[in-house]
C-alpha cells in the first residue's frame, strides 16, 4: 500500500517541487514514485489535484511552466509565448514551456520544454504567484512572432494594453512601448509582431472581445470605438458596452461565460442592453459560438446594421479565419 500523501511536507504540497528538494526534506524514493505525484518533467514532482485543462490553453500552458520552475537554472528565464502567458495574456498555445537562457549557457533540452538562448543579459521581470523570472511583454511579443500565429499576437497586444481599473498604474505597458520594442526587433517573426501590434487597441477587456474585432477588420467593417458610455436622451448612464457607434445608436456586444455562471452578471448586462434598447439603441449581441463558427454571418449582421458591405480579408488577415 502506497505512503499516505499526508507526509508529503507542507511546503511541497503546495507547489511543484524538485526531486533534489525532496529528498533533502527526508522524502524517500518509495515515497517519490507515489502513484499520485506526477513528473511532468525530469527531476520533478508535483500532486495530481484537479485534471489538466484543454492542451491548447492559456491555463494548461501557464500550470506547465510552474511545474518547470524547480528545473530552471541560473540565467534561465521564460520566453516567448509563455512569457505572454505568465503576464496574464489569453492566447491559445501548445503548454510546452518556452525557456531562454545566457550564451554561452546550453539551451534546456529537457522533453516537453522548448529551450532558447540569448546574447545579451536583460533584467528579468517576475511572475507574481511564483517569482519566477521571466522576460519583459514587449520582449515576449518579439519573441512569440516566431511560436504564434497572427490572431494570438493581437490578443496578446490588445491585453497587454488594456487600461486596468484595479492596476493605479494603468496598462502592463504602452502601446509605443510595444512599438518601440518591435521597431528595433530584427528576429524571426518581428514584421508580423509589428503588424499585429498596430492592429491592437486598449480596450478590449477579454480573448473574445479582441477577437470579434479582428473578425470585423478582416471583413473591412469600420472599426468601432471599445468601451464606449452610454447614455438616454435626458443624459442618464446606462453603461459601459463593449464597442458602440452612438450616431447611428448601434452596440455591439459580446456575451462571454459570465452570463453563464454568474446570475448577478446576467442579471446586470439584461437590465442595461434592455435600458439601451429602450433608449432606441439597436443591440447586437454575440457569443462564442458566433465569431468561431459562423463568422461570415456574424460580420454580414454588423455590416448591414452599420450599412458598409463585406470585403474579402486580406493581409496579414488572410487566414484569421483557418486559425480557430
Known amino acids: 500500500m502506497p505512503w499516505p500523501l499526508s507526509e508529503v511536507p507542507v511546503p511541497l504540497s503546495r507547489r511543484p517541487f524538485s526531486v533534489a528538494e525532496a529528498r533533502c526534506l527526508g522524502l524517500s524514493e518509495d515515497a517519490l514514485r507515489h502513484p499520485r505525484l506526477r513528473t511532468p518533467f525530469r527531476g520533478v514532482r508535483s500532486l495530481v489535484t484537479v485534471d489538466p485543462p484543454a492542451r491548447f490553453s492559456a491555463e494548461r500552458a501557464r500550470a506547465a511552466a510552474l511545474q518547470y520552475v524547480p528545473r530552471l537554472r541560473p540565467t534561465e528565464v521564460f520566453s516567448h509565448a509563455t512569457a505572454l502567458v505568465l503576464h496574464g495574456c489569453p492566447i491559445a498555445l501548445s503548454p510546452e514551456p518556452h525557456v531562454s537562457i545566457l550564451r554561452p ?3 534546456a533540452t529537457a522533453r516537453g520544454a522548448i529551450g532558447h538562448t540569448h546574447a545579451a543579459p536583460l533584467m528579468p ?3 507574481g504567484e511564483s517569482g519566477a523570472p521571466l522576460v519583459s511583454p514587449m520582449l515576449a511579443l518579439t519573441q512569440a512572432a516566431a511560436v504564434l500565429p497572427f490572431r494570438e499576437l493581437v490578443v496578446a497586444a490588445d491585453h497587454l494594453i488594456r487600461p486596468r481599473r484595479e492596476r493605479a498604474g494603468g496598462p502592463i505597458v504602452t502601446l509605443e512601448g510595444l512599438r518601440d520594442a518591435a521597431r528595433g526587433a530584427c528576429t524571426r517573426g518581428s514584421r508580423r509582431a509589428r503588424a499585429a501590434i498596430e492592429l491592437a487597441r ?3 477587456e477579454s ?9 470585423m477588420v478582416a471583413f473591412g467593417i469600420p472599426e468601432l470605438p471599445l468601451q464606449v458610455d452610454v447614455h438616454d436622451a435626458l443624459g442618464r448612464w446606462i453603461g459601459r458596452c463593449d464597442m458602440a457607434e452612438l450616431e447611428r445608436r448601434i452596440i455591439v456586444e459580446y456575451d462571454g461565460e459570465q452570463h ?7 442579471t446586470r448586462d439584461a437590465n442595461r442592453i434592455a435600458a439601451a434598447q429602450d433608449a432606441g439603441f439597436r443591440v447586437l ?8 463558427r459562423t463568422p461570415r454571418a456574424t460580420a454580414q449582421r454588423i455590416a448591414a446594421a452599420l450599412g458598409v458591405p463585406l ?4 493581409d496579414p488577415l488572410r487566414g484569421f479565419l483557418a486559425e480557430r
Open 105 to 107: 549557457g546550453s539551451r
Open 285 to 292: 449581441r454575440f457569443r462564442w459560438s458566433d465569431v468561431t
Open 311 to 314: 470585403v474579402p480579408p486580406g
Open 125 to 127: 521581470w517576475r511572475h
Open 207 to 215: 480573448r473574445m472581445e479582441t477577437l470579434l474585432r479582428l473578425l
Open 260 to 266: 453563464r455562471t454568474s446570475d448577478e452578471q446576467y
Open 202 to 204: 486598449p480596450g478590449a
